[in-house]
């Protein structure tokens, strides 16, 4: 396993912190995640919270997403596939979240990733 080492300057968005680093951070800490979008729940027993959970190469994260910042990133919430993430860490009962302040859709960048390995039309002529 590698040696973690603590990021200087906790990260800035748009950089992003890797999900097995999400234990390094003070709780309250300002992070940006990303990653792509494995569930969305919203129970009925929420008050209106959303919970995403996100998944990038090093794991998952936990989103929590308030009634007040789902009806400003709406579209992000629903629809992305692909979501950056920017809130603050918090630390309950041994389960690390972020708590969603901006929610951006990245999911073009899946687009751009499709298009990148594609084989080119003259590559495939004899």
């Known amino acids: 396993m590698e040696p973690l080492v603590r ?25 940006a995640v990303a990653g792509l979008v494995l569930v969305r729940q919203r129970p009925g027993t929420a008050k209106g919270v959303i919970f995403v959970t ?14 007040a910042i789902y009806q400003r990133f709406r579209r992000a919430v629903i629809a992305g596939r692909l979501l950056r993430v920017t809130g603050r860490v918090q630390r309950q009962s041994g389960v690390t979240h972020v708590v969603a302040e901006t929610v951006e859709d ?18 495939d002529q004899p």
């Open 7 to 31: 990021p200087p300057d906790w990260p800035r968005p748009p950089a992003c912190l890797p999900h097995h680093l999400l234990h390094l951070p003070p709780e309250g800490a300002r992070v």
């Open 106 to 123: 990245i999911s073009a960048m899946l687009d751009e990733l499709v298009h990148l390995h594609e084989p080119t039309r003259a590559a």
């Open 54 to 67: 996100l998944e990038d190469e090093f794991g998952v994260c936990n989103v929590v997403v308030w009634q």
